[in-house]
């Protein structure tokens, strides 16, 4: 993407590598350069500070607030969301609900990523959030152990209270919605005059700075610690994510993802207070004359040391983003010969840059994945075939038509497979005879098919897929439904669903025949030929209900695969 006079919004932009991305991006001369922060001030700073440095015409606009959380409690933080019940539950419903229906409509509505990206419009999104670190640190190994002790000795409400607070830091949930909002929010929207994004990148993490699980920096007793390997299974679900979110739908934008595997590197070199929290850590002394007795120095609780009047800790620091600040000890350890050693947010930037501008850097991951991972083979599409000839011999010596189990889901590819299967016999396996029944006596066909065929009715609803009669008024089922509708899991024979099926029949007719016409008898490999006749080259009128039901997915419901 040629990135002069687009518009371009980074995420995290706050941050070290967010502001050496927006520098980096200054270069390619944007329209507008949009830094989005975790809160007000130091998305303002960051805006401040790269305004100085840009020339018009680029405009540099700061919005803010936690993109994980609806709009309200953007400025909010955990804590404070998880001491407010009400908040709380709000919160926790915008997480684990489904999203259908007007609930997904009211769930994007709130979203704060969604509404950022939406406000501002941007071509391209740099996300140097780091997600896993922002979901593993809610830390759900402490919350698991507050809830059992919960479990066994508090009242109902303060119960209650763990089991949310637990629940709001589940991982996968967090990360899950992530994902989902993200899809909707990078879609184009024709509407609103707005393409969509093109372009979006990932800065992601390996959750150890690229060492392994025998890392000697950890955050508790275990080595390494359950909380940091949290960190790494969360960073790799999201890749995984995101190589998922690059195969579904050529209305997303290229999906792309650098992972540094190194500590990244750094932002000032001064001397001052040294802050833990946002807060200067205060200074306290023990003179020897006031040393504790042993047993007593390693009581859980009590108050030790004395403070020392306005003292707090001053030093040389490097700054070196989200880790913190170190001293020259520490960082000189952990950049030292096989150790983490660190990687530079310019650097960073600059990969970030070529692959918006569609360079191939070498260092995206999703690009990385797409080539290493094994997909569909020569050999088993061979394989297919004898499959699925042997499986129909199997049904003609048994007599017998192996349609759906309901074990592969959802109910409604079952439906679909049971509706197919019914015109099938309603027609005679003939397309043309079903396309020329009307959808009233088509209905009332298959539905004596069901009136006659008892064991046919037992195989659908013991499955659990209900029966709509042609009236609507009435439901043959067993003991389970796995659906609450006809759509999503219902074999619907009213006359509007018959005529549901005719028109797809129509369409793929015509399509297949306007491209065996543009093929002009050459049999090429330009096209697709699921319902062709081989023997004949015409267009096959007997059904593949398999076929079908896959078409449906691939065209109606835009479920196609898009890697080969």
């Known amino acids: 993407m040629d990135v002069q006079g687009r518009t371009i919004l980074v995420l995290g932009g706050g941050g070290m590598v967010g502001k050496a991305v927006c520098r980096r991006l200054l270069r390619d001369h944007p329209g507008h350069i949009v830094i989005a922060s975790i809160d007000q001030a130091s998305a303002e700073r960051a805006a401040e500070l790269i305004r100085r440095e840009a020339t018009p015409p680029t405009q540099v606009s700061a919005c803010w607030g936690n993109i994980f959380v609806r709009w309200d409690c953007k400025d909010l933080t955990w804590s404070d969301i998880l001491a407010q019940p009400e908040r709380r539950r709000t919160v926790l419903a915008d997480l684990l609900d489904p999203m259908v229906g007007d609930r997904k409509r009211a769930i994007l509505d709130d979203s704060t990523l969604f509404r950022i990206v939406h406000e501002f419009r941007p ?135 650098i992972k540094p595997t190194a500590s990244i590197g750094w932002a000032e070199i001064g001397y001052g207070p040294i802050r833990r929290s946002g807060k200067p850590i205060p200074l306290y002394d023990c003179p020897p004359s006031q040393a504790y007795p042993l047993a007593e120095a390693l009581a859980p609780r009590g108050d030790y040391g004395v403070p020392i009047p306005g003292g707090v800790l001053e030093n040389v620091y490097i700054d070196t983003g989200e880790n913190g600040l170190f001293a020259l000890g520490e960082f000189s350890t952990i950049t030292s010969l096989n150790q983490m050693e660190f990687v530079t947010p310019e650097e960073i930037a600059r990969y970030v840059a070529l692959e918006i501008k569609g360079g191939n850097t070498g260092f995206d991951v999703i690009s990385a994945l797409d080539q290493s991972v094994l997909g569909p083979t020569y050999r088993a599409g061979i394989l297919r075939e004898g499959a699925v000839a042997r499986m129909r011999q199997l049904e003609t010596s048994h007599d017998v038509r192996s349609v759906a189990f309901e074990l592969l889901g959802p109910p409604r590819l079952s439906k679909l497979l049971y509706e197919a299967y019914l015109l099938q016999r309603a027609s005679g396996d003939s397309i043309a005879r079903t396309l020329a029944m009307s959808p009233e006596t088509l209905a ?121």
């Open 123 to 257: 071509h391209a999104i740099v996300d140097c959030i780091n997600t896993a670190t922002a979901f593993a640190y809610q830390n759900l190994y402490q919350s698991a152990r507050e809830l059992l002790a919960a479990a066994d000795s508090a009242s109902p409400a303060d119960f209650r209270e763990a089991v949310e607070t637990h629940l709001c830091k589940l991982y996968i949930p967090h990360v899950v919605r992530h994902m989902q909002i993200l899809q909707e929010a990078l879609q184009p929207q024709p509407e609103a005059d707005w393409p969509g994004v093109k372009v979006y990148v990932k800065v992601g993490t390996s959750g150890t700075g690229g060492m392994g699980l025998n890392i000697p920096y950890t955050h508790g007793e275990e080595k390494p610690s359950s909380v940091l390997l949290s960190k790494t299974a969360v960073a790799g679900a999201h890749s995984l994510l995101l190589f998922l979110l690059a195969r579904t739908s050529f209305d997303l934008p290229a999906i792309k993802e």
């Open 444 to 564: 009332q066909v298959c539905a004596a098919e069901i009136g006659r065929d008892a064991h046919l009715r037992a195989q659908i609803i013991s499955i659990g897929i209900p029966i709509l009669l042609p009236a609507g008024d009435r439901l043959l089922r067993g003991p389970q439904c796995k659906a609450g509708n006809a759509h999503d899991g219902w074999v619907d024979l009213r006359p509007q669903n018959m005529a549901l099926w005719q028109g797809r029949l129509a369409q793929i007719r015509q399509i297949t025949e306007e491209e065996l016409e543009a093929d002009a008898g050459q049999y090429s490999s330009q096209f697709y030929r699921v319902f062709v006749d081989p023997a004949t080259g015409h267009f096959t009128d007997t059904y593949g209900i398999g076929d079908l039901a896959g078409w449906i997915f691939t065209t109606e419901e835009r479920g196609a695969r898009m890697k080969a």
